[in-house]
């Protein structure tokens, strides 16, 4: 059919063809080739313009019926052309295209005219094309967003941090007001005019201190408060919430023998763990089976490197969550603190992570045991707050067999704001501490060489050296020493260390009282 | 490509303030800015008239300036390729201009893409038929006509010489530069 063509119709369907005779000379010669090399005329030897590659010229026209695949690249190199030779009695067409690609579409050596309108190759080199030019901005549209994300990400944290610190500011006025609001209850507290303002006074800081915790969301500020905590007593106090945690069709048991002791931690943030611990041993039975809950205290290495690099001996508290549930492979095990990784289809694969943070700021540490089929528990260490005092009978919160006597016990106050520092003087020495109240960082680095202390109550965000660099320094040169920080802004910079206590400014006069006398 | 290709005339024009401005008036932002979206008409024309007030122009000539401006984003950007390629003369280029169009549907479905068709050709002279399920483009039609006559260095005219239901024709009145 292709041989009944008129040259015009060939012409369109295609531009490169060439007629031929059966001595090869050209008989009708296609637009595209007549543009691409000028000089080929009617009546040349294809065989003078052209290479034909991979074609044994001799037996070219042996089978004058059939389609040969052919390839020619004209002399000048600037023309390949690819297609089929159709035969007939007088010769034949090279039924023939130019062979494109995204270069000679690039470089503009080619057009769509050199096509047949049909030809299926050009719309597909076309589509590439456009996709990779898509592409191209799509790939500009991510990293506008992406500048856009970190645009807005630095913006939040700018204004965050704003936040904070108008949040840390705010916090020492309210703290000066409550402390001395206090005193003033302390000493005039019998009249009950001055009583009664007094409390006005106080009210209204703790109404002040709730715009400062909005503030303090902004800015992100997820530092609780660090106290000596019992840690069965902890269990105890949620006895019922867990039993529910839990559920039905679980066997659950408790058994709490780590006693009075105590350790340095965030109530809410050693809660969040078990309740976690649980969710995940319960899910790892949803045909029922069974669970334990359980506190001791162990001896091992402290997982925390001491300041020589070296572990040391130490006495923990041991929590046990154990299940009887279908177990973990290695594999599993490996991956189960990964952050966002989970064996479950719906889990968020947080808690696990979560408890490890948890444990780690806290001094301490987490493993798991597992085999599959055989349940899986999971240990959770924490640091004790006064590992001399673990073989002690119960005691209660700031009782020591330790204790110095009245009037020994002395305390480095370092707070920046005078108001502050002066109620917080009066308000300890009123129970009968010893204070050397610092009215800065350098005044508690002299104090500290002058004598020992029993304990260290700091400001943290101070002109000149900051709380933690004052802590570090008297952890360094006083081991015994015990360390309470109050701030109302723990910037990123001002890492905690474990087993030093934290309370949050504006603080409550007994809170504090009650954290000076568990510590000392 | 359409939208980010406002966006750089506004940017060109007015600098990077008035499109951010923009952008705030018309409450959108990056998301509809995506290279391969097929977005809503009612949201392209937005955007012009939007641009337009800003460039101080009327829709019209605001419609115009972008078709003009179309294909310098085109042959400078990443299409230049599929520029070059569609026709190396005025008259083959808007010939060619479905067989553009038939490669961008398949990249886009769903794109609503017009039909150009060269019904007369004499030295000098174009007829083109338009065929659009849009309406109101005429301008941007005209536009891009005129940015093509200067692309293939050439000066001219362009007008509307025929309208007749959803079928436009466009005069070109060229003279080649060379």
């Not at chain 1, 840690?231 to 023998?257: A, H, K």
């Not at chain 2, 419609?63 to 085109?74: H, N, P, Q, V």
Request: contains cysteine; aromatic residues 6%; charged residues 20%.
């Amino acid at each position: 059919m292709l041989l009944k063509f008129t040259e015009q119709q060939l012409a369109s369907l295609l531009p490169a063809y060439l007629r031929l005779d059966s001595s090869f000379c050209i008989k009708a010669i296609g637009p595209s080739v007549a543009e691409h090399l000028p000089n080929i005329r009617v009546g040349m030897r294809c065989t003078d313009v052209f290479d034909f590659i991979h074609t044994d010229i001799e037996q070219f026209f042996d089978n004058p019926q059939g389609v040969k695949p052919i390839r020619l690249v004209s002399h000048c190199g600037s023309t390949h052309l690819f297609g089929a030779a159709v035969f007939d009695k007088t010769g034949c067409i090279l039924a023939v295209r130019h062979v494109l690609s995204e270069e000679s579409m690039n470089n503009g050596t080619l057009y769509l005219n050199d096509f047949g309108y049909a030809d299926p190759v050009v719309l597909s080199t076309m589509l590439i094309s456009l996709q990779r030019a898509m592409l191209e901005e799509s790939q500009a549209t991510a990293i506008e967003l992406a500048h856009e994300r970190e645009r807005s990400a630095s913006l939040l944290e700018r204004t965050g941090r704003v936040a904070g610190y108008m949040g840390h500011d705010f916090n020492n006025l309210l703290s000066i007001i409550r402390l001395n609001a206090d005193r003033l209850l302390r000493k005039f507290g019998h009249d009950e005019k001055i009583s009664n303002l007094a409390q006005i006074i106080r009210e209204t800081a703790a109404r002040g201190s709730n715009i400062t915790q909005s503030l303090m969301k902004l800015s992100q500020q997820q530092t609780d408060t660090l106290l000596p905590i019992i840690i069965d007593d902890l269990i105890r106090e949620n006895d019922t919430f867990l039993n529910s945690v839990v559920g039905s069709g679980i066997s659950f048991d408790i058994d709490l023998q780590a006693g009075t002791c105590e350790s340095v931690i965030s109530y809410n943030g050693l809660l969040n763990c078990i309740i976690n611990l649980l969710i995940n041993a319960r899910e790892a039975m949803p045909h029922g089976g069974r669970m334990s809950l359980s506190t001791s205290v162990a001896h091992g290495l402290a997982t925390r490197k001491s300041d020589s690099g070296e572990t040391e001996p130490s006495a923990y508290i041991a929590i046990c969550v154990a299940d009887s549930g279908s177990g973990m492979s290695e594999a599993l095990l490996s991956r189960a603190f990964e952050p966002l990784f989970s064996s479950k289809p719906k889990g968020t694969g947080l808690g696990l992570a979560s408890v490890r943070d948890f444990a780690k700021e806290m001094g301490g540490d987490v493993w798991l045991e597992s085999q599959v089929g055989a349940g899986t528990t999971v240990h959770l260490h924490l640091p004790l707050a006064n590992p001399s005092a673990e073989v002690q009978t119960p005691h209660k919160l700031g009782q020591s067999t330790v204790t110095p006597a009245i009037g020994t016990r002395h305390i480095l106050l370092v707070e920046d704001e005078p108001y502050a520092l002066e109620a917080l003087a009066e308000m300890l020495e009123a129970e009968g501490y010893v204070v050397t109240p610092c009215a800065s960082g350098e005044q508690a680095m002299h104090a500290l060489e002058q004598q020992t202390y029993h304990l260290l109550l700091t400001d943290i965000v101070m002109p000149g050296k900051t709380g933690t660099e004052i802590a570090k320094q008297a952890n360094r040169c006083q081991p015994s020493i015990k360390t309470i920080l109050m701030s109302g802004y723990v910037p990123d910079s001002a890492s905690l260390e474990p087993g030093w206590m934290f309370i949050r400014k504006p603080m409550d006069s007994d809170d504090l009282l009650r954290l000076v006398a568990s510590a000392v | 490509m359409i939208h980010r290709a406002v966006r750089q005339m506004v940017f060109d024009e007015l600098g990077e303030d008035a499109w951010l401005a923009l952008e705030h008036k018309l409450g959108i932002g990056p998301n509809e800015l995506l290279t391969g979206m097929v977005y809503d008409d009612a949201l392209t024309i937005a955007i012009i008239s939007e641009a337009s007030a800003r460039l101080n122009l009327s829709v019209d000539v605001c419609l115009f300036e972008f078709g003009r401006y179309w294909i310098k984003y085109a042959e400078r950007g990443s299409l230049a390729s599929i520029m070059n390629f569609t026709g190396q003369d005025l008259a083959s280029f808007i010939e060619n201009l479905d067989r553009l169009h038939l490669a961008v549907g398949a990249a886009m479905p769903g794109a609503v893409l017009p039909s150009f068709t060269t019904v007369s050709k004499t030295p000098g002279r174009l007829m083109v038929e338009y065929r659009s399920d849009r309406t109101g483009l005429e301008p941007f039609v005209l536009g891009l006509f005129d940015g093509l006559i200067t692309r293939f260095g050439a000066t001219g005219d362009v007008k509307i010489a025929d309208r007749k239901a959803n079928v436009i024709v466009f005069e070109l009145q060229y003279q080649d530069g060379s």
